[in-house]
């Protein structure tokens, strides 16, 4: 379907509001998409509606609201969002708190089922029916109603979320975050399009009223901003008439606003430097070359066609600036090249990070290479390659489209709506763009790319930690002396072609059952290799892949703390021995596949997923990783900044901090749990790493399971002439022993964040296993403990945004686990919010759950299990993965649903005595040093 091919691109347009609205399509010579119903009722409500069959018996719907941040004034920054919020606390049919228990009972989980977000330009209210009996279909737009016209908008309830809010606002703030905010303003100094985030400022959400949020809401929330979407286990024409009589009567209630003045979205005529410091402890610098436009206002075939050629250029220039990344990775951390189109403007962009001493070579690099391009265009082979991809992506698009799941459906339904394009079968958009695709030349690419770049000058951004005196005249004296410099034509690059496809003789079979319940093939090969295997319908054309091998976090050398943050970014960067990370990306062009590892406590994890075409490709490259790998020492800043960047964000960040802490102290300070030091990632050399991880490479035991749209018998040759050619996989040496601590005393961290921002974690111990049945019942229990959490937090005292609980086990200790609350707050709360919730728990611990709260947790689980079961990712995650080497995990799909419906409030109560009493809580928070 073509959503997921624009959102594979970034494509969204403008709506125009304040009068009748029409359907893209009504506009358009582009084909309407059959299977949807469209109406309109006569208050000037529409509705869009579409039966899918994916998952059964669910229906998704969604309420768009075509009102955003952009439609504030500048005393309501943020209101669009805060009335959202509030839409949650106080209806009409629903008071106070109640809404969310209502929709738990019926079967909607808090979160997955029932959630909104605000946009720019919209916003949008989900809610997913399981079931969808005539009964809870009006329930479901009857809630819906309610968001439209029927909030109550209590001065408390308003005084409570805005407090609630805040705490999101922090909890949201990263330096990546606000290096895209100083960007926006860079670009738009004044206006609607300033904060991208639609939190609004502190000052603006502290002083909103109750009758002030009224006046956004009634002005904005009228029946011509309003549009139902219903997809799923429907009858269209019944689900119209259900949408007639929710929103039928529905009025409006305040005189519609003026357009909103935007601003001017053009470029200026000379070039204009902006600088922002930061303190990114990575020590990187950002430099970035953008164009804006209006969007344009009316999607047709020439304007999709014309999106198509923008992307293969786009696409051209990133592989040129990632080669040139990789032959200058002594002076450029990162080099691409994007355009986008959102919901008001449009926007080329070139972006190269490189440390602040190299700020010169970033500059000339982003001058010279978009004029290299704007004036030398590109070669037949790198647009052949675009072509490529472009191809496999419609391609995949028109066959995803048969099993599409309908809260995606649903989604992309809406958001097409919202940003005025026509929604467009995957079968017609793929009839529309291939034309364009095969016959387009480098001329018409490049005539495309230029007219992206506009009339006017890009504008030049810069952010990170400069000491320059003068960095915007500096900056924009070197962008101009090199703009007098001669660029040449790109020369064609050398064909590439993959190396890795003959590993030997094909890995004979030594083992080899059928587990018949769960339709699952289970195979070892004679060198050790396990590999399990499920077929299955749900996603046409797609196979998940994931695997374990070798010992994880679990074998790091104790005098080597940290080593194992290189394994998740420098198999990425140092590519393989035949071929380096920009070579790959090149044959990738035309796959649509994808490939990582990563560290576990006891092994290291593989995930992958392609289409059905790419999936030998995907095998070879497996295979390659464990018999080529790269290990490029000029690739080794590029790791290590890598690391050290997301290290820093998680330093910053209370939660994320205090997650990795905790993990730390339980174990006794065990160097394997704890984060690596910034210090250490940068001693280390690709030596160190090959040293540790290549004979895990090598010889470690390795299970993989794939799960998916294939033929299991081609998937097993595939696998024995790739996986099955591997050398023989050994056991490895016994790692060092972990030990667990049951509880310790309270732990307080302080964190060096320039927010304030503060994180309470409570960590109970769990009793060893003692079967599925138990795990299932602690997984409600943590779900009954949330809801109580969110209740009295949140919902009563306002001093929390959002709450988890989850079941942790450990991988090394199978006999240890913990129950783990987390929540964030501001950092003078923490000493009160980790109390109250010991408290909450130990109340839950001594009266138990009552036999209302336990369906609240009950019901979201038992209903969503069927959907569980129709997921390749949960059979994956669950079952198939290791199949083999932990075949208890079986179990979990059998006995899923017989434990859940089996359940009863006694059984979790008697698990909340033993696990929550407030003595067995370890406690655990984190603020700032200092509280700006």
């Known amino acids: 379907m073509r959503w997921i091919f624009w959102w594979a691109l970034g494509c969204a347009a403008l709506s125009a509001h304040g009068q009748p609205r029409p359907w893209p399509h009504e506009v358009s010579d582009l084909p309407v998409n059959p299977a949807v119903t469209w109406g309109r009722l006569d208050n000037g409500v529409r509705y869009a509606v579409a039966p899918n069959a994916e998952p059964a018996e669910r229906v998704s719907l969604r309420l768009l609201v075509l009102a955003g941040s952009m439609h504030e004034n500048e005393r309501q920054r943020g209101y669009a969002h805060f009335v959202e919020h509030l839409a949650f606390d106080g209806t009409r049919l629903y008071p106070g708190q109640t809404l969310h228990a209502t929709l738990q009972q019926t079967g909607l989980a808090r979160g997955p089922d029932v959630n909104a977000h605000t946009h720019t330009d919209r916003t949008i209210y989900r809610l997913d029916l399981p079931q969808p009996t005539p009964e809870r279909l009006r ?29 999101e606002k922090r909890a949201r703030d990263s330096h990546s975050q ?12 004044a206006g609607p399009l300033t904060d991208p985030s639609a939190f609004g400022t502190e ?6 009223t109750a009758a002030e949020l009224r006046r956004f809401y009634e002005t904005w929330y009228r029946p011509e901003n309003l549009v139902v979407v219903a997809v799923g286990a429907i009858e269209p024409a019944a689900v119209a008439r259900e949408i007639a009589t929710a929103f039928g009567s529905l009025p409006a209630r305040a005189e519609a606003a003026p357009v909103v003045n935007l601003g001017p979205l053009t470029n200026p005529d000379a070039l204009v430097v902006g600088v922002e410091p930061s303190t990114d402890a990575a020590g990187a610098a950002s430099f970035l070359l953008a164009s804006i436009a209006p969007v344009l206002p009316v999607d047709t075939r020439a304007s999709v066609q014309e999106m198509l050629l923008r992307t293969m250029a786009f696409d051209a220039l990133n592989r040129r600036l990632d080669l040139l990344q990789r032959r200058e990775s002594a002076l450029l951390l990162h080099a691409s090249a994007s ?9 080329a962009l ?46 995949h698009a028109a066959t995803a489209e048969r099993t599409l799941l309908s809260e995606p459906y649903a989604d992309a339904l809406a958001e097409s709506i919202a940003a005025h394009r026509v929604f467009l079968a995957g079968v017609e958009l793929e009839q529309i763009a291939l034309s364009a695709v095969e016959r387009a030349t480098p001329e018409e690419c490049l005539e495309v790319f230029r007219h992206a770049w506009g009339p006017g000058h890009p504008r030049l951004f810069a952010s990170g930690p400069f000491t320059l005196a003068r960095p915007a005249e500096q900056f924009a004296a070197v962008f101009r002396r090199s703009a007098q410099t001669p660029v040449k034509a790109p020369r064609p690059a050398a064909p590439v072609h993959f190396a890795y496809t003959d590993f030997g003789r094909p890995g004979k079979i030594v083992a080899r059952d059928h587990v018949g319940d769960l339709d699952l093939h289970r195979i070892r090969f004679a060198n050790g290799v396990r590999l399990n295997l499920k077929s299955t319908p749900f996603e046409a054309g797609r196979i998940v892949y994931g695997g374990r091998f070798g010992t994880g976090a679990a074998g790091e050398p104790g005098r080597l703390p940290g080593l194992r943050a290189f394994v998740e970014h420098g198999v990425t960067v140092f590519g393989l021995g035949r071929h380096d990370q920009h070579a790959l990306r090149q044959l990738a062009a035309g ?21 059905r075409a790419g999936a030998e490709r995907l095998l070879q490259l497996l295979a390659a990783q464990f018999t080529d790998p790269g290990w490029r020492a000029s690739d080794l800043p590029v790791v290590q900044q890598r690391i050290v960047a997301q290290l820093d964000e998680t330093l910053r960040n209370a939660g994320n901090y205090l997650t990795a802490r905790r993990q730390e102290l339980l174990t006794g300070g065990d160097s394997r749990y704890r984060l690596p030091r910034p210090g250490e990632v940068l001693r280390y050399t690709v030596r160190d790493f090959r040293r540790w991880f290549e004979p895990q490479l090598q010889h470690a035991p390795l299970e993989i399971g794939i799960v998916g749209d294939f033929d299991v018998e081609a998937m097993v040759q595939l696998a024995s002439r790739t996986l099955g050619c591997l050398p023989r996989r050994e056991p490895g040496p016994v790692p060092r022993p972990v030990r667990f601590l049951p509880q310790l005393p309270p732990t307080h961290e302080t964190i060096p964040a320039t927010v304030r921002q503060a994180a309470v974690q409570l960590a109970w111990s769990v009793p060893a296993p003692r079967g599925v049945r138990v795990e299932h019942h602690l997984e409600l229990l943590a779900d009954v403990l949330r809801n109580r959490l969110m209740q009295e937090i949140r919902g009563e005292l306002g001093a929390t945004y959002a709450a988890s609980c989850q079941l942790w086990r450990s991988d090394v200790r199978r006999d240890t ?26 109340r839950l611990a001594r009266d138990g759950a009552t036999a209302e709260e336990f369906e609240r947790a009950r019901q979201p689980r038992l209903l969503d299990a069927p959907v569980q079961l129709r997921s390749n990712g949960y ?21 899923r649903v017989l434990d859940l419906e089996q359940a009863t409030a006694s059984d979790i109560s008697a698990l909340a005595a033993e696990v929550l009493p407030a003595e067995r809580a370890s406690v655990f928070t984190a603020a700032p040093e200092k509280t700006p």
């Open 203 to 208: 000052e603006s959400i502290r002083t909103a």
């Open 350 to 395: 070139l972006r190269i990070d490189t440390s602040p001493r190299e700020w010169r070579a970033a500059v000339e690099r982003l001058e010279q290479e978009r004029r290299r391009a704007l004036l030398h265009g590109f070669t037949p082979a790198e647009i052949e390659l675009s072509r490529e991809r472009a191809r496999a992506l419609l391609q």
């Open 339 to 347: 355009y986008s189109s959102g919901p008001v403007f449009q926007q």
């Open 817 to 842: 686990g913990y129950l783990i609350a987390a929540l964030v707050c501001e950092p003078a709360d923490v000493a009160r919010i980790a109390e109250t919730t010991r408290r909450i728990a130990d």
């Open 178 to 189: 606000r290096a895209h905010a100083a960007f926006m303003r860079f670009l738009f100094p």
């Open 875 to 895: 059979w994956l995650g669950m079952a198939v993965a290791a199949a083999q080497s932990q075949t208890e995990e079986l179990e979990r799909p059998r006995q």
């Open 139 to 167: 329930l479901g737009l009857g809630v819906l109603r309610e968001f439209a016209d029927g909030m109550m908008l209590d001065p408390a309830e308003v005084a409570r979320e805005s407090n609630v809010i805040l705490i």
């Open 591 to 611: 796959q649509l596949s994808s490939l990582s590892i990563t560290t576990g406590e006891e092994a290291f994890y593989i995930a992958g997923v392609s289409d």
